[in-house]
């Protein structure tokens, strides 16, 4: 009984524990870096230790390394979702299912969505198995404070280590969303905005003194230590933004604070001012196909945005705020090959097929200062490698294989199974409910 027990404990560790990452070589494939250049044809991409070593044509595999043929398919690296939710919301309707705000918690910026997130939430999977290997996940705001909290950038791994980068990032409401969470209008947003750096600072020059100001204090002691990170520049500020005058607004407080790690998310009518936000150097995360204006900060919403303000020399990456953003980040590959549609179209401004994979690779993850470890299959980074039965940005192509950390993943989820169990049902293998 205790062999047996044993057994079963181990087990259970085997699969909570992190898989070892695999030395892989993968050859004869149309080979996207992803950093927006060309395919190439006969490429090789070889991974060791979980990290991209070498990347491109007549690339050597070392002696004894496990190869995979690609058959001249395509082979890119995995899709770097820019904005999300996945992970901390499973069910709409059903509260306790959803992490993402805390309407009641006395803190805002200290929040961390990291213990939130659970690497057994049905979209992580089904996300994975449509080539997305790595995730931004914010938290949402709650009335009360234009700050969220921490987002972290998570992978799709399937065992229970998903969070790769925790406190990646602290996320801010501005707009229309801000100014009623702030009091009612954008100047209390930018009010609260501005007195959060001011005692952020405070706290960062003497941690010590914070806890005394009592009643005075707009922030808890956690929110200013968290919020000391954004006026350091130690951490990215991601801010939701739509209309073009808030844009500015926010890049004028970039020029007052040179050491904000800004990103504007969302950014509707950002090619209205592309020019200001490429001068500024402020990376935008965009979502892709916005031309119906969902409110009055959105009236210059065009699907031809992206497009736009990639010509003006901004850098910008596809992300899906109040876009199914829990569920649906598998849409960037659709969204991206509509971009790549867009430069068919008389009057519109689409990216060619390699920029739109970059859009969805690349340009997220170093939009979140990340480049250096995630997005491509340049030398040094992660080993997120996804092998694909046609163009990645056809509606219809899979992959049929895929690695994390050059650890291969499966590729099923609920819906496969689902979709596999009634395919073709057999008698006695339905539930007591079909049976007549």
Known sequence: MRKTLFLAAAACAALAAPAMAQDIAVTNAKLVIGDGSAPI?????VVRGGKVVAAGRGVAVPAGMQTVDAGGRYVTPGIFAGFTRMGIVEVDGVGVTNDAAAGSSPFNAALDVSPAVNPRATPIAINRTDGVTRAVVAPDTSKGSIFAGQGAVIDTRSDLHAVARPRAFQFMEYGESGGRSAGGSRPAAIAMFRNAMLEARDYARNPAS?????????????????????????????????????????LQLKREMPGLKLVLVGASEGWTVARDIAAAGVPVIANALNDLPASFEQLAATQSNIGRMQAAGVLVGVGMINDDEARQARLE???????????????????SWDAAFAAISSKPAEAMGMGDAYGSLRAGRAGDVVVWDGDPLEIGSEPVKLF??????????????LRDRYWKPEEGALPKAYQR
């Not at 044809?41 to 991409?45: H, I, K, L, S």
């Not at 933004?241 to 500015?248: M, N, Q």
């Not at 994390?404 to 199974?417: F, K, W």
Request: proline share 4%; charged share 20%.
């Open 41 to 45: 044809a006969g490429g090789t991409v």
């Open 210 to 250: 914070f806890a005394d100001r009592g009643k005075d204090a707009l922030l808890t002691r956690a929110d200013a230590e968290a919020l000391a990170a954004v006026a350091q520049g130690k951490v990215p500020l991601l801010v939701h933004v739509e209309r073009a005058s808030d844009i500015l607004v926010l």
């Open 333 to 351: 590959k659709q969204f991206a090959g509509n971009l790549v549609a867009l430069t068919r179209v008389p009057g519109a401004t689409g990216l």
């Open 404 to 417: 994390v950390d050059g650890i291969e993943q499966p590729l099923a989820n609920r819906q496969t199974r």
